[in-house]
């Protein structure tokens, strides 16, 4: 139950408001801000110039019952139908996952090893499209295609694509189903990959509001690791690599799965900035008899 706000209100005051509501429900106070900044569509600079200045009947019911449903779990960026990943503006909505920080150095890593050359990419999985417009954005000449088995997360990154400026080849398939005869030089995929068990060990807003398709997969979270390490090769050049985002205890098993089918091939596990094994790339070499 939250406090009532008082009819005239400032913005100043109604921040306060809400920080008062938020008080022990483990929702930090950035959140309450970033419902208004984006509700407002303002910067922080704007807001401040705004602390004195009275809200309006309708902003003030918003801003209430954007509050509300923070408190009742609701994800912040879902609230506001947006988040930010690498500096650009995603559209999300629970059909998608909210993009995370640690895929940003996914993208990063990429991003460093190919500057300028022409490259062909094959996002799978892409949710929100985030990967791919982050790549897109930063390597206007590369060829991207993004993929996912699910008919509206693809509108969701079809809106993003359109909202970013950039041309993505959008193809809806389970894995590399439609991909037939293609040949991409990187293949990038976060996949779900936590185990049905790890249910009872996790946030339950993430189990409320965000897809469970995002999220899970089975063997103990390996399941779409096990498909890839099968099937990926066959859609690589001879030289392409794979990147892979990982959850923090999968590094081994993963490692091994690629191993197992690449006997030739090169992989790195790599940590995120927390410290965590969190990514993996797999450079396959010409002559690689993959499986
Ligand atoms: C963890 S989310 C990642 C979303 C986005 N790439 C990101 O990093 O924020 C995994 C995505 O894989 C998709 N997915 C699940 N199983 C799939 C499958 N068999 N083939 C293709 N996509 C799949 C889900 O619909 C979801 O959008």
Request: proline share 3%; aromatic share 10%; hydrophobic share 40%.
């Amino acid at each position: 139950m939250t406090t009532k706000l008082k009819q005239d209100v400032t913005f100043f005051e109604a921040l306060k408001w809400a920080s008062l509501c938020i008080k022990d429900k483990n929702i930090e106070t950035d959140e309450v801000q970033f419902l208004l900044l984006n509700q407002m569509n303002w910067d922080l600079t704007t807001l401040l110039r705004n602390y004195r200045t009275k809200m309006t009947v309708k902003e003030r019911e918003e801003f209430i019952n954007n509050v509300n449903r923070l408190i009742n779990g609701e994800p912040a960026q879902y609230i506001i139908g947006k988040t930010y990943f690498y500096g650009y503006p995603i559209k999300v909505d629970q059909n998608v996952l909210i993009p995370r920080p640690e895929t940003e150095e996914l993208v990063e890593w990429i991003l460093a090893d190919y500057s300028k050359q022409p490259l062909k990419v094959l996002d799978i999985g892409t949710g929100s499209g985030a990967i791919a417009i982050s790549l897109k954005k930063q390597r206007p000449d590369w060829q991207i295609t993004a993929s996912d088995i699910s008919t509206d997360a693809l509108k969701v990154a079809k809106s993003n694509a359109q909202l970013n400026g950039v041309k993505i080849n959008f193809v809806e398939s389970d894995l590399l189903a439609k991909f037939a005869g293609k040949k991409f030089d990187v293949i990038v995929s976060n996949p779900p990959y936590i185990a049905y068990d790890e249910k009872r060990l996790m946030d339950q807003d993430v189990i409320d509001y965000e897809p469970q398709l995002a999220l899970f997969a089975k063997h103990e979270g390996l399941f779409i690791y096990e498909r890839l390490a099968k099937e990926a090769g066959n859609y690589l050049t001879d030289s392409g690599s794979l990147y892979l985002e990982i959850g923090f205890h999968q590094g081994q098993s993963v490692i091994k799965l690629l191993e197992d089918s690449y006997k030739t091939a090169d992989t790195i596990l790599r940590q995120d900035l927390a410290g965590h094994d969190r990514m993996i790339k797999m450079d396959l070499k010409e002559n690689n008899n993959g499986n």
